[in-house]
């Protein structure tokens, strides 16, 4: 309890610093953001005839367990000594001891801040190798994000290795299974959403998977419920 809660009070003084070099259109474990939010974004930067056309849906692997502990300590603005000892507290399971020598802490208070901190500067980097005409856009919630460009060889010749360099400098890299570079028209599944554009109406509804989902928990609860119903009778 009394690490969990030096962890909250480090947070009040590390969030507001943060904020003030934060990207602008990450969304996720920030005041007053939301993933609706971020879907928002998605809308004001799809929606138009104009717009881009091309997507990479980016996934970083394991984000949270494998960022550099030697990047955290030398960029992060967090107490160094206070920072190494988070980093490099372990973790207990099963009575076992183990070392901890990448990631933030699992579950702690300022882990999503740090990570965050960590990923922040990707939408000045992207700013910083493409003109307006290249249609380039990210919206980032914690570790998911979408770019958008005019043409996928610009996605995969220089948005994409430029992407993949800023994430092994914190040690980190993309997911190759689900991260692809996919057409407007096609569609892409992004915070629980599948967005898509018809023709030229773009339309953000709830994607396949998580209606699926949304309905098996229903259905477990309804078969919880019949089931403690009959032990009622019956008993």
């Known amino acids: 309890m009394y690490d969990r809660a030096m962890q909250a009070l480090f947070l009040l003084a590390t969030e507001p610093v943060t904020e003030t070099t934060a990207d602008n259109h990450s969304y996720g474990f920030r005041p007053k953001r939301s993933a609706a939010d971020a879907i928002e974004r998605c809308f004001v930067v799809l929606a138009q005839r104009s717009s881009a056309q091309w997507i990479p849906e980016g996934d970083i ?34 009575g076992q001891l183990f070392s901890t020598v990448a990631g933030t802490p699992q579950g702690g208070i300022i882990s999503p801040c740090m990570a965050n901190s960590v990923l922040d500067g990707m939408e000045s980097m992207l700013k910083s190798i493409t003109r307006p005409a290249d249609k380039v856009h990210m919206v980032r919630y914690a570790d998911d994000f979408m770019i958008t460009g005019s043409s996928k060889e610009q996605l ?3 948005i ?10 914190r040690g980190l890299t993309l997911s190759e299974e ?43 609860e309804i078969r919880a419920g019949i089931a403690l119903a009959l032990r009622i009778s019956a008993g």
């Open 156 to 158: 995969e010749n220089r």
């Open 178 to 220: 689900k991260t692809a570079i996919v057409s407007i028209s096609q569609g892409f599944d992004f915070l629980g959403f599948d967005v898509r554009k018809y023709g030229r109406k773009l339309l953000i509804k709830p994607a396949k998977s998580s209606i699926k989902s949304f309905l098996s928990v229903v259905r477990k």
């Open 160 to 169: 994409k290795p430029a992407v993949t360099a800023f994430l092994r400098e």
């Open 61 to 94: 692997k394991g984000c949270v367990d494998n960022i550099s502990h030697d990047w955290m300590l030398r960029h992060l603005r967090i107490e160094r000594r206070i920072l190494a000892q988070w980093l490099k507290a372990g973790f207990v399971e099963k």
